[in-house]
């Protein structure tokens, strides 16, 4: 979660932008409901050497959980990584979350049902790519940068 000190029509313009400009190309926008969903192949939103990191960091504890075929593939292609962000104006705050899904079509297609959780530390990576990427839109329109929620803030 973060919060744009902001109104939420210009907040849901600069991360549409945002997804556009992480190579993450935006499927879906519903002003209406706060919803947004952009989707690439993978590497995207990370580079391929990120990716990399990401196989040899999280591939052996995948291994260790799921047995011998539960591996990372070091080709990104094979997966389609999917960004859902949910805006919510509050006052005259819009609160920003995203959520991660990495789907691998050609382990579906041999009949296994994987997992859909993006590994950690590429969520880690590509939110950090993200919200740098907003706080540069949100500044070119004269807008505060993203921040954490205060603890007032949790609950609304």
């Known amino acids: ?12 313009g600069a991360v549409r932008k945002t997804f556009i400009d992480i190579g993450m190309p935006v499927q879906s926008a ?8 952009a989707e690439n192949t993978a590497p995207a939103p990370l580079t391929l050497e990120e ?14 959980i799921g047995g ?13 990584v999917t960004v859902r962000a949910t805006l919510r104006p509050v006052g005259g705050k819009t609160f920003v979350r995203l959520d991660y ?11 296994v049902t994987p997992s859909k959780h993006a590994p950690p530390l ?3 990576i590509g939110s950090l ?13 004269s807008m505060k ?12």
């Open 1 to 12: 979660y973060r919060v744009v000190d902001g109104d939420y029509v210009a907040v849901f």
């Open 101 to 111: 899904e990495l789907e691998a079509p050609q382990i579906r297609a041999m009949g």
């Open 145 to 156: 940068a993203p921040r954490r929620r205060s603890s007032s803030e949790r609950d609304a």
């Open 122 to 124: 590429a969520v880690q």
């Open 129 to 141: 790519k993200f919200w740098s990427a907003l706080e540069r839109n949100l500044a070119a329109v």
């Open 30 to 37: 519903l002003i209406d409901k706060g919803l947004m969903i």
């Open 68 to 80: 011998w075929m539960f591996a990372i593939s070091d080709n990104p292609t094979e997966y389609v």
């Open 51 to 64: 990716w990399k990191k990401v196989a040899e960091s999280e591939g052996p504890r995948l291994k260790q």
